[in-house]
């Protein structure tokens, strides 16, 4: 069975930073697109930043300069700095896994860390 598994969120003040940790377990063949997304109360889930297998990224406008992505073997990355009440969210990792016996990728979700920034 294929998991995310999401950690690092919590609460903290703004201007703060946190890094958030997603990893990748199960039978997996290899993984393409990388992502993270978040969900504030009352709002749509928004693409937060992504990052292919070749290491390309792409980030939402409202955190470019501040949120970084990255990866290494089964596990992306968000280091957040600078952050804003604003940023207070779920924040839910997805990634496109092809799993053994299967010839296609299908994108799987984690659970959702909870991103707290008092002001």
């Known amino acids: 069975q294929v ?18 940790s997603c990893a990748a377990s199960g039978r997996i063949v290899s993984i393409g697109t990388m992502a993270w997304h978040r969900q504030a109360p009352g709002k749509q889930r928004e693409l937060v930043a992504a990052i292919t297998s070749g290491a ?37 990792c997805n990634a496109d896994l092809r799993t053994s016996g299967s010839f296609r990728s299908v994108g799987y979700w984690g659970q959702g860390t909870q991103v707290t920034v008092s002001s």
């Not at 950690?7 to 890094?19: E, I, P």
């Not at 300069?65 to 924040?91: C, H, W």
């Open 3 to 20: 998991q995310l598994v999401e950690s690092g969120g919590g609460l903290v003040h703004s201007g703060g930073s946190l890094r958030l």
């Open 56 to 92: 390309m990224t792409n980030y939402a406008d409202s955190v470019k300069g501040r949120f970084t992505i990255s990866r290494a073997q089964n596990t992306v990355y968000l280091q957040m700095i600078n952050l804003k009440p604003e940023d207070t969210a779920v924040y839910y």
